[in-house]
């Protein structure tokens, strides 16, 4: 069966501090993978999703960057955080051919003081 | 007008009730439909998918009005461990690899 595991779990930042959040992908091969981020009081919003390695697709323009160095390794980084990076960020996988189906990761809470 | 749009609650209820969810989207387009459960803190998890025709699964019947762009999820004899936040999702349309989701509508089941 197919699992996804995403770390850490929680996560307190210093302002202008870098990120890294890591997303793998076990029991498939060549899934799609997607990022996503739900903000407090608002709902999920996608911000990059991947159809293959080395392959990214940016939703919403920010100071995020995700990269796909593997089949089923999928990485949100950022150079320097803002207080606005602050919420819970969520990896997801979806078999290649079916764009609409989508399994979440256990997300990352992500404070930024 | 926001692209999916819900009730966000809470609904309180007693255990036994019956309680029914609305969602409304904006894009015509759109081609497939989604409730999702997320518990507090926790990720979302794809309860059931929603046709035309309607489908049910247990307690739970979910049903789609394409002409209103509406959907609903109507939950049979609450159980306390229906407890959650019900996310509306709706996908753009074909070979859309984005899915909207709602802001939730929050659920408490009370004994």
């Known amino acids: 069966s197919q699992t996804i595991h995403q770390w850490p779990a929680t996560l307190v930042q210093p302002v202008g501090s870098p990120l890294s959040l890591e997303c793998t992908v076990e029991?498939?091969?060549?899934?799609?993978l997607y990022w996503y981020r739900q903000a407090a009081g608002r709902g999920l919003q996608l911000l990059f999703y991947s159809v293959g390695i080395g392959q990214i697709s940016s939703e919403v323009p920010q100071n995020l960057s995700a990269s796909r160095p593997q089949d089923r390794q999928f990485i949100l980084s950022s150079k320097k955080l803002l207080l606005s990076d602050s919420g819970f960020y969520l990896c997801a996988w979806g078999p290649p051919l079916a764009a609409d189906t989508q399994y979440f990761g256990p997300g990352t809470r992500l404070t930024v003081l | 007008r926001k692209e999916v749009e819900q009730d966000p609650g809470p609904f309180n209820v007693p255990e036994g009730a019956t309680v029914a969810f609305n969602c409304t989207y904006s894009n015509s387009a759109s081609q497939s439909f989604f409730w999702y459960r997320q518990d507090c803190r926790k990720e979302p998890k794809l309860l059931m998918s929603v046709y035309s025709s309607g489908n049910e699964d247990g307690r739970f019947t979910a049903q789609l009005n394409r002409a209103s762009q509406y959907i609903s999820l109507l939950i049979r004899d609450s159980k306390l461990s229906d407890s959650a936040t019900y996310l509306c999702?709706?996908?753009?349309?074909?070979?859309?690899?984005?899915?909207?989701f709602g802001k939730g509508t929050k659920l408490s089941v009370i004994p």
């Open positions: 999702v709706v996908t753009p349309g074909a070979g859309s690899y984005q899915l909207t």
């Open positions: 029991g498939t091969s060549n899934p799609n």
